[in-house]
């Protein structure tokens, strides 16, 4: 037995159909770069390369002390001076019990996508 749907239900799926079909129109004429994501943002399609972290040890120093509790390590000199570990270019010291190491953060990235 068919059991009709009321007028606003029908009209409302019929409504969320047309926008999907929209949608996947839309997001079939977008592209993106190698590493981004397609992503629909308000009523335009952008690309998003998500966050990053990437992460390399200090650079090398004459005599490291590696702190077991949490502190930062130390660069001993053959002078006796200390100094706390230096990082790349981009890079901060991220202190962690045992050896520190060195961490860059990349943000989110959006730019708009591509026609193809």
């Known amino acids: 037995m068919h059991v009709p749907l009321p007028l606003a239900v029908h009209t409302l799926l019929t409504l969320l159909l047309i926008a999907l079909s929209h949608t996947v129109a839309a ?6 770069p190698a590493g981004y ?3 629909q943002q308000s009523s335009r399609w952008v690309c998003v390369h998500p966050a990053v972290e990437t992460f390399t040890p200090p650079l090398p120093c004459e005599s490291l002390e590696v702190d077991a509790k949490g502190n930062k390590d130390l660069c001993r000199g053959v002078n006796g001076k200390s100094t706390s570990p230096k990082c790349p270019p981009g890079f901060h010291l991220e202190v962690k019990v045992a050896r520190d190491r060195c961490k860059k953060q990349q943000a989110e990235k959006t730019v708009p996508a591509l026609n193809r």
């Open 27 to 32: 997001s079939s004429k977008a592209s993106c």
């Open 37 to 39: 994501e397609l992503r």
